[in-house]
């Protein structure tokens, strides 16, 4: 089966446009659907319990001082802390029979035989089990009861401090912002036990699982998480099919020309872009240690490696957890991203041979203004949430305090300026091509796809902190999912092929072909596959056929790069001599860990019937880690190898710590989700399924000898990672030295592929 480019984009048009009306129509309905915030809630006699301006500003003290990145909500967030929303409806749940009990019998529910425990169980059953109508959200005494003490219990947690829990003193300022998030907390308790109106099931689809209030997985879980398995396998296959039937030219170094590192020039926008390099490997030396303390925090919560004891230095209160895991997601974030920006760059000189005017110190601008604002955000989260900021600027300069977008908005603006920066000086570096080639052409896809990262970004500005929790979500996994596994992964492909091009292993047509056809399948699964997120937060119930539908749909592209990735490993070993081994072995291991951490395991957890008991657990970790740093990682660790080959004096070339790296990661990522991270999320996948969600994300379950050794089985995977970073970092710092000149009046001749390229019509 032929296909050709001009087919192939406009159906890639068809697919947008189709994906537009699709989330289109998902943002009317967030709002119209979103569970209400209420006037008031009320007790029996009509006294106010909270207001719902006491429910929006729980959301700030929630955001503001980082407890996303301690716990979660909903489901969303970290897995340190207790989830909220589940914390806060066990606790209702248990202060409800502490009430009844007194009340009936004059004793504590624990004391009760269980005949009598039954009865009050059904009670508080009888009560949580309530529609909403609108106007204020009724309390009995009981619920009323239940309520202020769940306050004073987030009161000492919160605000004076659970070392045991990992919880710094103060974490909340004070003790009237800890009510305030004792009741956000509630809110969404509330919700997730209180059934839609005319429905039969609550606004989360009855999530969290808690028997005793009556939360068990609904049928719609059951029923398309069966539709699902049966798609796996239709999409499975005809992946397959697809890849052996649709006619695309495999890389191949055999009879072809690969131009020698040293036969190519390099010019000073070049040098400019490898300048990048070294600021990300700062920032990720800075990420994997910040890995290791996150780590041990689930051993040790308010000490490292004794440190506390033998110094009296309180780690907790300097470093806290939810801090350290800011920093840590954002530097996973920059690193990679400042790495892909800075081959965008690089690329263009090796297919073009252009330099445009000033492209060399517009290219250092770019990057001091990624500095600026990589400094700015990062110390502005540290005093936005220590207080710093007064008013409205805790979330401007600050800390937003949400999960992957925690810097303030101003520096988010700055970041998105930083996008259009970067696609206005690849326009300049790769306009021979752009002059030239179609709409659909290679150099265009790579615009396409910085764009469409741009484009997702601006999706977190449509929310402030008084944005109600379920429409923030909606948009946050815009951005979030959106990036991952649908603009991230078509920029994967764009600039596999652009290196595949500059090596000289495919032409630019066949290349644009490829890219096209993967793009497509990228774009056409992974933007509405944004929706098995929406499943337990609030949202309508229609995404949870949309969510299983097209979560399931996302394997095919994954397929599909595992069989390039095959096919990239299979030239490379025919290529006998083949100069660019390196940077091949870590394109591979990207698009193997993709398939592994993307679609293995990505497809295992986002099943309806296993997401709704696995949600929010150290499954997610190992699904996370092996799909962020192994696809997208690595893909960055070959790009800047590739670079620095080129841009190291011939014959001055050493990869020997850089393969010493590349394997400490793979073995390191390796033994850290297989030995450590999912044998912990089974044994939560299990207490979750045997007693509730809340006994799976407790601090009783961390404790378990099993699950501590468990935590302690990681510290070898994370020293092999840190090991390898290190040893990156370091070899960075000895290639500096062995750097070549860059070309004073660079031609099109000094570049080995570019006529070929500019002449493949």
């Given at each position: 089966?032929?296909?050709?480019?001009?087919?192939?984009?406009?159906?890639?048009?068809?697919?947008?446009?189709?994906?537009?009306?699709?989330?289109?129509?998902?943002?009317?309905?967030?709002?119209?659907?979103?569970?209400?915030?209420p006037d008031k809630m009320v007790g029996p006699d009509g006294q106010t319990v909270?207001?719902?301006?006491?429910?929006r500003d729980g959301k700030k003290a929630f955001q503001r001082d980082g407890l996303?990145?301690?716990?979660?909500?909903?489901?969303?967030?970290?897995?340190?802390?207790?989830?909220?929303?589940?914390?806060?409806?066990?606790?209702?749940?248990?202060?409800?029979?502490?009430?009844?009990?007194?009340?009936?019998?004059?004793?504590?529910?624990?004391?009760?035989?269980?005949?009598?425990?039954?009865?009050?169980?059904?009670?508080?059953?009888?009560?949580?089990?309530?529609?909403?109508?609108?106007?204020?959200?009724?309390?009995?005494?009981?619920?009323?009861?239940?309520?202020?003490?769940?306050?004073?219990?987030?009161?000492?947690?919160?605000?004076?401090?659970?070392?045991?829990?990992?919880?710094?003193?103060?974490?909340?300022?004070?003790?009237?912002?800890?009510?305030?998030?004792?009741?956000?907390?509630?809110?969404?308790?509330?919700?997730?036990?209180?059934?839609?109106?005319?429905?039969?099931?609550?606004?989360?689809?009855?999530?969290?699982?808690?028997?005793?209030?009556?939360?068990?997985?609904?049928?719609?879980?059951?029923?398309?998480?069966?539709?699902?398995?049966?798609?796996?396998?239709?999409?499975?296959?005809?992946?397959?099919?697809?890849?052996?039937?649709?006619?695309?030219?495999?890389p191949s170094a055999e009879g072809l020309s690969v131009p020698e590192p040293g036969?190519?020039?390099?010019?000073?926008?070049?040098?400019?872009?490898?300048?990048?390099?070294?600021?990300?490997?700062?920032?990720?030396?800075?990420?994997?240690?910040?890995?290791?303390?996150?780590?041990?925090?689930?051993?040790?919560?308010?000490?490292?490696?004794?440190?506390?004891?033998?110094?009296?230095?309180?780690?907790?209160?300097?470093?806290?957890?939810?801090?350290?895991?800011?920093?840590?997601?954002?530097?996973?974030?920059?690193?990679?991203?400042?790495?892909?920006?800075?081959?965008?760059?690089?690329?263009?000189?090796?297919?073009?041979?252009?330099?445009?005017?000033?492209?060399?110190?517009?290219?250092?601008?770019?990057?001091?203004?990624?500095?600026?604002?990589?400094?700015?955000?990062?110390?502005?989260?540290?005093?936005?949430?220590?207080?710093?900021?007064?008013?409205?600027?805790?979330?401007?300069?600050?800390?937003?305090?949400?999960?992957?977008?925690?810097?303030?908005?101003?520096?988010?603006?700055?970041?998105?300026?930083?996008?259009?920066?970067?696609?206005?000086?690849?326009?300049?570096?790769?306009?021979?091509?752009?002059?030239?080639?179609?709409?659909?052409?290679?150099?265009?896809?790579?615009?396409?796809?910085?764009?469409?990262?741009?484009?997702?970004?601006?999706?977190?500005?449509?929310?402030?902190?008084?944005?109600?929790?379920?429409?923030?979500?909606?948009?946050?996994?815009?951005?979030?999912?959106?990036?991952?596994?649908?603009?991230?992964?078509?920029?994967?492909?764009?600039?596999?092929?652009?290196?595949?091009?500059?090596?000289?292993?495919?032409?630019?047509?066949?290349?644009?072909?490829?890219?096209?056809?993967?793009?497509?399948?990228?774009?056409?699964?992974?933007?509405?596959?944004?929706?098995?997120?929406?499943?337990?937060?609030?949202?309508?119930?229609?995404?949870?056929?949309?969510?299983?539908?097209?979560?399931?749909?996302?394997?095919?592209?994954?397929?599909?790069?595992?069989?390039?990735?095959?096919?990239?490993?299979?030239?490379?070993?025919?290529?006998?001599?083949?100069?660019?081994?390196?940077?091949?072995?870590?394109?591979?291991?990207?698009?193997?860990?993709?398939?592994?951490?993307?679609?293995?395991?990505?497809?295992?957890?986002?099943?309806?019937?296993?997401?709704?008991?696995?949600?929010?657990?150290?499954?997610?970790?190992?699904?996370?880690?092996?799909?962020?740093?192994?696809?997208?990682?690595?893909?960055?660790?070959?790009?800047?190898?590739?670079?620095?080959?080129?841009?190291?004096?011939?014959?001055?070339?050493?990869?020997?710590?850089?393969?010493?790296?590349?394997?400490?990661?793979?073995?390191?990522?390796?033994?850290?989700?297989?030995?450590?991270?999912?044998?912990?999320?089974?044994?939560?996948?299990?207490?979750?399924?045997?007693?509730?969600?809340?006994?799976?994300?407790?601090?009783?379950?961390?404790?378990?000898?099993?699950?501590?050794?468990?935590?302690?089985?990681?510290?070898?995977?994370?020293?092999?990672?840190?090991?390898?970073?290190?040893?990156?970092?370091?070899?960075?710092?000895?290639?500096?030295?062995?750097?070549?000149?860059?070309?004073?009046?660079?031609?099109?001749?000094?570049?080995?592929?570019?006529?070929?390229?500019?002449?493949?019509?």
């Open positions: 089966m032929e296909l050709q480019r001009r087919t192939i984009a406009k159906v890639i048009a068809a697919a947008f446009i189709f994906n537009l009306v699709v989330m289109g129509a998902g943002a009317w309905f967030a709002y119209q659907e979103a569970p209400p915030i909270a207001t719902g301006e006491d429910i996303m990145n301690h716990g979660s909500i909903l489901g969303n967030g970290a897995y340190y802390g207790e989830d909220y929303t589940a914390d806060a409806l066990e606790l209702k749940t248990q202060f409800m029979r502490t009430y009844y009990a007194e009340q009936r019998y004059g004793d504590t529910y624990e004391n009760l035989p269980s005949e009598e425990q039954a009865a009050i169980a059904d009670v508080v059953k009888s009560d949580m089990d309530d529609s909403y109508d609108g106007g204020n959200i009724q309390y009995s005494q009981a619920e009323l009861f239940a309520h202020n003490q769940v306050r004073e219990e987030y009161v000492q947690r919160y605000h004076e401090g659970s070392h045991e829990r990992g919880v710094p003193v103060d974490m909340i300022d004070n003790e009237e912002e800890a009510r305030q998030f004792a009741d956000f907390a509630m809110w969404t308790a509330w919700f997730s036990h209180t059934d839609r109106p005319a429905g039969d099931h609550s606004y989360t689809n009855d999530w969290p699982y808690a028997p005793g209030a009556g939360n068990d997985a609904t049928g719609a879980a059951m029923t398309w998480s069966v539709i699902a398995m049966v798609l796996l396998v239709a999409g499975a296959g005809f992946g397959i099919w697809l890849y052996n039937s649709v006619r695309l030219p495999e036969d190519v020039s390099v010019f000073p926008s070049q040098r400019s872009a490898l300048r990048f390099v070294p600021v990300a490997a700062g920032l990720f030396l800075a990420q994997v240690l910040l890995g290791g303390l996150l780590a041990h925090f689930y051993i040790e919560r308010a000490g490292f490696f004794g440190v506390e004891e033998i110094f009296g230095v309180h780690i907790l209160q300097i470093l806290p957890f939810a801090m350290a895991k800011t920093w840590h997601i954002d530097l996973g974030i920059l690193w990679i991203a400042a790495t892909w920006l800075g081959a965008g760059l690089f690329l263009p000189p090796l297919l073009t041979g252009h330099e445009p005017k000033h492209q060399s110190t517009l290219v250092d601008g770019l990057l001091g203004a990624i500095v600026v604002v990589t400094v700015g955000g990062l110390g502005g989260i540290w005093l936005g949430a220590n207080g710093y900021f007064d008013g409205n600027l805790w979330w401007l300069l600050g800390n937003e305090g949400l999960e992957y977008l925690e810097v303030g908005k101003v520096w988010q603006g700055g970041l998105l300026v930083g996008f259009g920066l970067w696609a206005a000086l690849a326009v300049r570096g790769l306009k021979p091509l752009l002059d030239k080639e179609p709409p659909y052409g290679l150099a265009h896809m790579i615009l396409y796809a910085g764009g469409s990262i741009a484009l997702l970004f601006t999706a977190g500005f449509f929310f402030t902190p008084t944005t109600n929790i379920a429409v923030t979500e909606f948009w946050r996994w815009w951005v979030v999912h959106m990036w991952v596994e649908g603009a991230f992964e078509f920029f994967i492909v764009a600039i596999i092929g652009l290196t595949l091009v500059s090596m000289n292993l495919l032409s630019r047509r066949s290349a644009e072909k490829a890219v096209m056809l993967q793009a497509l399948l990228v774009m056409s699964t992974g933007v509405i596959g944004v929706s098995h997120h929406y499943w337990w937060v609030g949202m309508p119930d229609m995404w949870v056929p949309i969510g299983s539908v097209f979560s399931t749909l996302e394997l095919i592209p994954l397929v599909f790069i595992l069989y390039e990735a095959l096919g990239q490993y299979q030239a490379m070993n025919e290529g006998g001599s083949f100069p660019y081994r390196l940077p091949f072995m870590f394109i591979i291991a990207s698009g193997v860990w993709n398939f592994v951490g993307a679609g293995v395991l990505g497809f295992f957890i986002n099943l309806p019937l296993i997401n709704y008991y696995e949600h929010g657990t150290y499954l997610t970790v190992g699904h996370a880690h092996a799909a962020m740093f192994g696809a997208f990682g690595f893909l960055a660790l070959g790009m800047v190898t590739y670079m620095l080959q080129i841009s190291i004096k011939p014959g001055r070339w050493d990869g020997s710590w850089l393969r010493a790296a590349f394997w400490c990661w793979n073995v390191g990522l390796a033994l850290m989700v297989f030995v450590s991270v999912l044998p912990v999320g089974f044994l939560q996948l299990e207490a979750v399924f045997t007693e509730s969600y809340a006994v799976g994300r407790s601090l009783a379950f961390y404790n378990q000898p099993i699950v501590q050794n468990l935590f302690w089985a990681r510290l070898p995977g994370d020293t092999l990672i840190i090991v390898g970073t290190a040893l990156y970092a370091a070899d960075l710092v000895r290639k500096r030295f062995v750097l070549r000149r860059s070309e004073d009046e660079p031609a099109v001749d000094d570049m080995a592929v570019a006529e070929g390229v500019l002449d493949d019509d």
